[in-house]
């Protein structure tokens, strides 16, 4: 689809110049890893992590981008029967070769919003 643009843009070069403006705003709205920013209570900017950012920076390395990877022992996330409950405490307690993430992902919110990422990954 970014191939099929960038010929697109490249065709409208010079007939067209807000065509071409327009078409490189596009180009950089696609680009997948921006952080959203919202204000917390106290009225200070902080990032928001969306679920995928979360899961590609704290599960990834061994769950790998699309949950099958299985290194040291991580078990495939697309064929996961488990329900909400146990997911949930496995990523915040950690099981044999899994870590305890309930500190890396910071926050009840965040883990919940990668046990919504973790769906994604499924079949
Ligand atoms: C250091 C490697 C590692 C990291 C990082 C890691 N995991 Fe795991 N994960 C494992 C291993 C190993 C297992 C298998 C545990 C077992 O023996 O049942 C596992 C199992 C799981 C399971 C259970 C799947 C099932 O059906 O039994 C879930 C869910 C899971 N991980 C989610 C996550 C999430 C979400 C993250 C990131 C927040 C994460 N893991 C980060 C290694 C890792």
């Known amino acids: 689809m970014l191939l099929f643009h960038g ?4 065709a409208m070069v010079g007939s067209n110049k807000y065509l ?3 078409s490189i705003l596009l180009l950089f709205s696609c ?7 919202e204000k917390n209570k106290t009225g200070e900017i902080i990032e928001v992590s969306t679920g995928k950012e979360l899961y590609l920076q704290q599960c990834a390395i ?7 990877l ?3 022992g991580a078990k495939d996330l697309s064929l996961s029967k488990l329900d909400e409950k146990s997911t ?3 990523i915040l307690n950690g099981k044999n070769g899994m870590p305890p ?9 965040n883990v919940l919003k990668v046990i ?3 769906q994604k990954l499924k079949k």
């Open 62 to 68: 061994c769950h790998g981008a699309d949950g099958r």
């Open 70 to 72: 299985g290194a040291s």
């Open 31 to 37: 680009s997948s890893n921006v952080s959203l920013k």
């Open 88 to 90: 949930k405490a496995i």
């Open 20 to 22: 071409f403006f327009s």
């Open 7 to 10: 010929l697109s843009v490249l």
């Open 116 to 118: 919504e990422y973790l």
């Open 101 to 109: 993430m309930r500190e890396l992902l910071q926050s009840e919110e």
